[in-house]
């Protein structure tokens, strides 16, 4: 194999990203929109849409029993990352080339769980992105991006350049699946959920566990354009780490809020665990008190606490010493339409260490699980009658150069010609009270379909 080129060309303003994938990428067999525009967070806005193609496309497709796809993934780079010069100046600290996909949550069979049910969709996707397209927000530039062997992706990026800004879909119909009664589709049904939850609080009083994030699945009829559904579930439950996935007839829409990790060039690793939702008010007086409640909800506090706790231990593993230190514990996030409970583990990881091998520590994500996590997966291994599949993994990018940000899977519904399925659940603890814990998983899942939830704040 020969070397690897980048042939970069500027737009000097933010495309519009449904512009972009419509005319570029819509066609593709395979395609992603990693949508940075919807946050209202202080850090600058990134969106990144792509495809793999010509010569050097590649997709790493693998379940559990493939082998360890963590490893083989970070093998993959490294050979794609001695291909290619140095990260070009514009796209320095951006989305530079990479893989963009998701590890599936039964991938805890290669971190210490165990794959007690077998997902109908692949435990990991990861497209070689070396076709690309970045949209700084902030800056108002766009960078196309192709990334080959003898120019080979020059056709695309002409293509590309060619790509109208102000094209714009008309019709905003709700998608018939966001009308459906979703607790008449759910996979446990209330009184099973219920009980569920009664075993979680047998397995708490007796000291196996300190917390277990119980969850459902809700199982939907199929939608006839994926994307149109994520057009409406981005503008009616709008994300920080929305995300659409595509390969073949598998899809992935995602409204994500909550950062798994990223790694930074300087190889500081940094995970943002999400307990605690509260709804924003009209009234600036009744939002105020509601986002001073979540922050002083004891029931939060420690669901929050100890969730901390364990990312800090699996950082651990992979950090310098001294270096895991918690810069912001339990402060109230306010974003468009929710009030969320947001700390920050940060640690540097050790030398030799890669990204991969840090999301490979800390998988799968804590704040999924509960904590401890291997006594904790066991126990829901045996109380979830369905595999949790792409939810509850991780979704992102994991660049050449060594770095990564990945979300988790939550608030997103997996779409196929079988039907569509959304996954939802909540951290289980001593003062729980169940029919409150599943009224807030029925509400999760709503959110995830653009439902009444959406309307009324619900995100994580």
């Not at 879909?169 to 009664?198: C, F, K, N, S, W």
């Not at 199929?222 to 409406?232: H, N, Y």
């Amino acid at each position: 194999m020969g070397a690897l080129s980048w042939s970069v060309r500027t737009v000097d303003r933010a495309l519009d990203g449904e512009t972009v994938y419509r005319e570029l990428l819509a066609e593709e067999p395979v395609a992603f929109w990693l949508d940075g525009s919807l946050t209202d967070r202080a850090i600058r806005r990134v969106s990144v849409l792509g495809t793999t193609a010509g010569p050097d496309a590649e997709v790493v497709v693998r379940d559990a029993a493939d082998g360890d796809v963590f490893v083989e993934l970070g093998e993959r780079l490294a050979e794609k990352a001695g291909r290619l010069d140095a990260v070009p100046d514009e796209l320095t600290g951006l989305f530079n080339g990479g893989y963009v996909g998701y590890f599936g949550y039964e991938l805890k069979a290669l971190t210490g769980g165990v794959a007690a049910h077998e997902a109908p969709t692949p435990d990991a996707l990861w497209i070689w992105a070396n076709r690309f397209v970045v949209i700084d927000h902030d800056r108002d530039i766009t960078y196309l991006v192709a990334v080959d062997e003898r120019d080979a992706g020059a056709g695309w990026l002409d293509r590309a350049v060619r790509t109208a800004s102000d094209w714009w879909m008309a019709g905003d119909g709700v998608p018939a699946i966001a009308r459906l009664d979703l607790e008449a589709h759910l996979e446990q049904d209330r009184p099973t959920y219920l009980a569920g939850i009664e075993a979680c609080m047998a397995a708490l009083e007796a000291g196996e566990t300190y917390e277990i994030c119980l969850t459902n699945r809700v199982r939907l009829p199929s939608v006839p354009d994926p994307f149109e559904f994520f057009r409406w579930q981005r503008a009616t439950n709008p994300a920080p780490y929305a995300a659409f996935l595509r390969y073949g007839d598998l899809a992935v829409a995602s409204s994500s809020p909550e950062r798994f990790m990223t790694v930074d060039a300087d190889g500081w690793a940094e995970c943002r665990p999400i307990k605690g939702t509260a709804p924003r008010d009209s009234d600036p007086a009744q939002d105020q008190l509601a986002a001073k409640a979540l922050a002083e909800d004891e029931k939060t506090r420690a669901e929050n606490l100890m969730i901390v706790d364990l990312i800090r231990n699996d950082l651990g593993r992979v950090s310098q010493p001294g270096t895991v230190h918690v810069p912001q514990l339990m402060q109230v996030e306010s974003y468009r339409t929710v009030h969320q409970l947001v700390t920050t583990v940060r640690g540097r990881l050790r030398s030799g260490v890669s990204a991969i091998d840090a999301v490979q520590a800390c998988f799968p994500p804590g704040s999924m699980t509960g904590a401890p996590k291997i006594r904790t997966m066991e126990i829901l291994d045996s109380l979830e009658s369905s595999a949790r599949g792409v939810y509850s993994g991780v979704l992102g990018y994991l660049t050449v150069d060594g770095r990564a940000d990945l979300s988790v899977v939550i608030r997103t519904a997996v779409l196929t010609p079988d039907g569509t399925v959304v996954g939802a659940g909540g951290a289980i603890v001593l003062d729980s009270d169940p029919v409150a814990e599943y009224d807030e998983m029925v509400l999760k899942a709503m959110a995830a379909v653009g439902g009444n939830a959406a309307a009324e704040g619900w995100g994580t």
